[in-house]
């Protein structure tokens, strides 16, 4: 029986902290039968968030989900801090009793908790953690380490649930249309999901962020890929995440960035005393805290237009360019092309994988 | 029976990875009875490494620590990694079997290890793993959540292993001299076993570096004081630890910044293909970074001359002065007076702890 996916994002599904279950309903290989948020029921994922880009049911009971077929419950939401809340727990412990697997990435560790192990296997049903770490981890040998001819693309953003994730995924999918090795390398819960590879760097040992996204980027290149597209998380002054930000940054040791921002904001979604940065002074700190561990450009801009009109959407995108002078475009909503085409010409050329 | 220690640093006491148990040596309130040193046996701390500044005995034998009166051995290396090896672990099952507990602030956790907590049983001693992470971290709350009157300095750095921890010990000791409600802020296994407080923020999740920091400052509120000397970790551009290094400093949101270097060194120790920047530049990248979040300015350039005469000393010290514009000393050589009336006379003035 092949996995079909339901993602519980109770009450949450049309906010930013709902983003996990965007990404899943949006990209994933698996099927996605069903969302569970009773505030939406009757709706789909598309008319609810746009960006979902496919009509999953909106149901508001995890019944409803198993009786769509479900065999897995994705938690779908992201909240600051990821610790798993009492509400959920309750969510949890009913889809087990309706034989359905439990699928999180939360930073609080299904697997450690007695109660829910138990109750696994009184149900018979599989506990997954997407953000526990592999074993073996240390820090990084340095870019040197790599093979000739990789070449690796970063998206880093001016803030956090901006889309750093979808653009590096719709840079994959474009290049590999065009016939390129390339694979999307995951960093984060919802990336993991998709793909079913990758590290959630943001829950390693911390000494360890930089030597986990080194080893990302090895597999990536294992895996016969010569063009990785490293998933950003966090932004570099962002008050709770910009350490596995600068961890994730000199660890992948990117050739080239781009840079993630969502149109018209201009102080940090969770900490709304922080301003963030003009484009222009945030695409020159990048380069500079990048440059002593390897030097990184940033080829282009990746503007989030969501919410707005294709004409505003135009405007913004034309103000990012002419700010930065770099080539700017939302490629959710007008395709990845032109800036794929920007990435590709900032790479240096390569010989292959050796 | 008061503890007392014995310091593990077998065959590394001399360099730069013994440096957990050259700064017990030198600072821990505890009695340090010996380091363990085949090496070394027969000379004193204080003579193979000066900094250590006591004639604590050098001695080649577990045994012979265990005769000197040794109640407790800390592993006193902190390698690249920090992974426990397994001649190392042969030394732990012998110190267990003489009847010492054993410290230890590896990413190996000694608890997590079925073998030797069951030896440590069997003997009847105590493993203590200094770097193990409190219960119940998350994201900060951000610099607003501080007391009002709390003044922060931070100690950051070129590169690791240079002295960050002695500064702000240093720095922390004269302000207490001079009756500030002064304290050290611990964020490493040194600190830690020092002190007898603190969290490894090398070692927390990393998505919890900046929480873990901000709960450390507000700790130290809560202890009463209202001037706190937070160590630093890492390096802003180290290509291993960057990320502890940026989530430390945006967690803690220092006040003032002291920045620490190694006269005359300009690439990285363990990443020798990783320049330093220079000191101004330095200075800048530091107040660039931490700027969006809570602006702080270097105050004070603290550099280590360990090595040099006291004449090619001062002359370093006058070289990073015109350098920088800013206040320079050896604190270790030369005291903390004159760094501290710079770092007091950049700090906003304050009406206490409320």
């Known amino acids: 029986m092949s996995e079909k996916v339901a993602i519980f994002a109770e009450g949450l599904f049309e906010t930013p902290n709902g983003k996990t279950g965007h990404g899943v309903v949006r990209y994933a290989a ?15 994922a598309e008319q609810v968030v746009p960006y979902c880009g ?48 439990v699928e999180a990435g939360l930073h609080t560790v299904l697997g450690d908790d007695a ?19 592999p074993p073996g981890l240390s820090v990084p040998q340095g870019p ?39 694979a999307f390398v995951a960093t984060g ?20 962020i930089a030597g986990a996204a080194e080893r990302l980027v090895l597999e990536g290149a294992e895996r016969g890929n010569d063009l990785l597209f490293v998933e950003g998380q966090g932004a570099l002054h962002h008050p709770a995440y910009s350490g596995v930000t600068l961890g994730l940054l000199h660890g992948s040791a990117p050739d080239v960035l781009v840079l993630a921002h969502r ?4 102080v940090n979604s969770d ?22 561990v390897k030097p990184a450009k940033v080829a282009a801009i990746a503007l989030n237009t969501a919410g707005l009109t294709d004409d505003e959407a135009r405007a913004a995108i034309s103000e990012a360019e002419r700010e930065t002078g770099l080539p700017a475009d939302d490629v959710v909503r007008f395709g990845a092309g032109k800036l794929l085409d920007a990435v590709l010409a900032a790479l240096p050329a390569t010989s292959g994988v050796s």
Do not use: N
């Not at 829910?116 to 770490?133: F, K, N, P, Y």
């Not at 819960?189 to 360890?208: E, K, L, M, R, Y």
């Not at 922080?274 to 805290?289: F, H, Q, R, S």
């Open 263 to 266: 149109a018209g904001t201009t």
């Open 54 to 101: 496919r009509p999953v049911p909106i149901v508001a009971t995890l019944r409803e989900a198993a009786d769509l077929g479900a065999t897995v419950l994705l938690i779908g939401v992201a909240p600051l801090g990821g610790a798993l809340t009492p509400e959920w727990r309750l969510a949890l412990e009913e889809a087990m009793a309706l034989g359905l697997d």
């Open 144 to 182: 040197r380490a790599r093979p000739a001819g990789l070449r690796v693309v970063h998206s880093v953003g001016s803030d956090c649930a901006i889309g750093k994730m979808s653009v590096t995924l719709e840079l994959d999918k474009t290049a590999r249309a065009r016939g390129e090795r390339s």
């Open 30 to 44: 698996r099927e996605v039968v069903a969302v569970v948020d009773s505030t939406h029921a009757g709706s789909t």
């Open 189 to 208: 819960q919802t990336g993991i999901a998709i793909t079913g590879w990758g590290i959630a760097v943001d829950h390693v040992i911390s000494d360890f």
């Open 115 to 133: 109660d829910l192990v138990a109750l696994a296997e009184r149900h018979g049903v599989a506990l997954r953690d997407l953000r526990t770490s």
């Open 271 to 292: 900490y709304t005393d922080t301003p963030l940065l003009p484009l222009p002074a945030l695409v020159a700190a990048y380069e500079a805290v990048v440059a002593p």
